[in-house]
């Protein structure tokens, strides 16, 4: 299974954006990345997920260079609210989730 | 939208009690998920179902037994609480082996083992 890193914590401040980088050096080639976001006392909710290239959604951006070893999830103009953790997952398709891995994610901190 | 929700919010225990989550979706997924969430460990699965009456061991399976009777509820069992069980209770739901491999999750129970 592909392990994932990612920073600890960011803060930011509110109308900046903000990107999150993901390290994924074993990835397979079935394996998708995939962002969930945590805030307090809530389950993880998905954000975006990808293969290649780049996806965009109306919340967040996810930038995927060729050789696949990293991600980069881009939250644009960030608001009080996007104050939450943040986590990025490795794992093949066709397996209903069960072989992904949540990590201790990066807990974003978005400040006035 | 899809809705998975569990039986407590909060709950206390003592230890040696035998503890009942519940978990139910409303999306008819096949797979369903029961993790614990600990400060600086993220999620960890404990348990994992792809249909009725089948399951399968995540990383932390010890102390913990679940059953699913019927394909909307997942009920994780601690069998003799003890204190390292305190933790947020986090259940997920999937849909079938696909492209998207999104997990749905409940709101969370946090236990407390005293």
């Known amino acids: 299974l592909a392990k994932t890193t990612q920073p600890i914590s960011m803060d930011s401040y509110e109308g900046q954006e903000v990107n999150i980088t993901c390290s994924h050096n074993n990835i397979a080639t079935n394996d998708y990345i995939t962002w969930y976001q945590q805030f307090p006392s809530q389950g993880p909710r998905f954000i975006i997920q990808?293969?290649?290239t780049k996806v965009t959604n109306e919340v967040a951006s996810l930038f995927i260079p060729a050789d696949r070893k990293s991600s980069t999830l881009s939250l644009p103009r960030v608001s009080l609210s996007d104050t939450a953790v943040y986590y990025c997952l490795v794992g093949p398709a066709n397996t209903g989730g069960f072989k992904t891995i949540f990590g201790a994610g990066t807990r974003l901190f978005v400040k006035a | 939208d899809v809705k998975v929700t569990q039986s407590s919010r909060y709950l206390v225990k003592r230890t040696g009690e035998k503890v009942f989550l519940e978990c139910v979706q409303d999306?008819?997924?096949?797979?369903m998920f029961w993790y614990r969430q600990d400060p600086g460990l993220g999620l960890r699965l404990i348990y994992f179902?792809?249909?009725?009456?089948?399951?399968e061991k995540g990383d932390i399976p010890e102390g913990y037994s679940v059953s699913r009777e019927k394909k909307e509820r997942f009920s994780l069992i601690l069998e003799s609480a003890s204190t390292n069980q305190t933790s947020m209770y986090l259940c997920?739901?999937?849909?079938?082996?696909?492209?998207?491999?999104?997990?749905?999750f409940g709101p969370g129970t946090r236990l407390l083992v005293l």
């Open positions: 179902s792809y249909d009725v009456k089948m399951k």
């Open positions: 997920a739901s999937s849909p079938p082996s696909g492209r998207e491999e999104t997990q749905y």
């Open positions: 990808g293969y290649k």
């Open positions: 999306m008819d997924h096949e797979n």
